[in-house]
Structures are given as C-alpha cells and as structure tokens.
C-alpha cells in the first residue's frame, strides 16, 4: 500500500487547515495521523477504523482535531482547528490492517505503511 499525504502549508494560531492521505487501495483496517515536531520524537495524534468509524485522538488535540475517511475506503482526512504554534510540526499518515488496542493503538509499530509526510508551520 502507497500512502501520499498532502495539504500541509503556513497558517497562522487560530487557522485551519485539512490534510489528506490517499492510498493506492482500498482501506478495511487502520489509518492515522502522527506528527513529528522539530527536535521531538514522532507522536500519535489520530486514529480512524475504516469498517466502524471508530475514531481516537491524542489528549493534546482532541477538540481541535477532527479525522474522518471517504467512502470509497481510499482517502483519509485530518481537519485542524484552532492550530496553534505547538501544533507545528511534518504530519505523517499511516495504516495498519487492523484495529490496534490500547495502548497499541497510538505506537508506530502498530502500523505497517507509511506516507511521506506534509509540513504543518503555525505562526504566532
């Protein structure tokens, strides 16, 4: 499986933006969103089960977040809201065949395909 992330850029604190992360086929287990800040280790952020729609966010953007999949199984989207500079960071998708548990759910090793990554910048 093929993972392209896209829709990264600069915004400023307050602003919006929407990733997407289209595969190059169809989804029936896991996809997320981690993120990997300047000088910090790479972070959960979101998580979508494509049979369910069961979601799950990280504490540090639940409210702000929100993760949501199309129809056809094959793009995945992560809309940001109220971004702030903290939120900076190259946001990464990825997805696993299945529907990791706890605490599983929010580790790289869970997931076995990887995108190339987009650029989130919040400005201040």
């Known amino acids: 499986v093929q993972l392209q992330a896209s829709g990264g850029g600069l915004v400023q604190a307050g602003g919006s933006l929407r990733l997407s992360c289209a595969a190059s086929?169809?989804?029936?287990?896991?996809s997320a969103w981690f993120r990997r800040a300047p000088g910090k280790e790479r972070e959960f952020a979101a998580a979508?089960?494509?049979?369910?729609?069961?979601?799950a966010y990280a504490d540090s953007v639940k409210g702000r977040f929100t993760i949501s999949r199309d129809n056809a199984n094959t793009t995945m989207y992560l809309q940001m809201s109220d971004l702030k500079p903290e939120d900076s960071a190259v946001y990464y998708c990825?997805?696993?065949?299945?529907?990791?548990?706890?605490?599983?759910?929010?580790?790289?090793?869970?997931?076995?395909?990887w995108g190339q990554g987009t650029k989130v910048t919040v400005s201040s």
């Open positions: 086929e169809r989804q029936f287990g896991t």
């Open positions: 990825a997805a696993s065949t299945s529907w990791p548990v706890l605490p599983a759910r929010q580790w790289e090793s869970a997931y076995h395909y």
């Open positions: 979508i089960n494509w049979r369910t729609g069961t979601t």
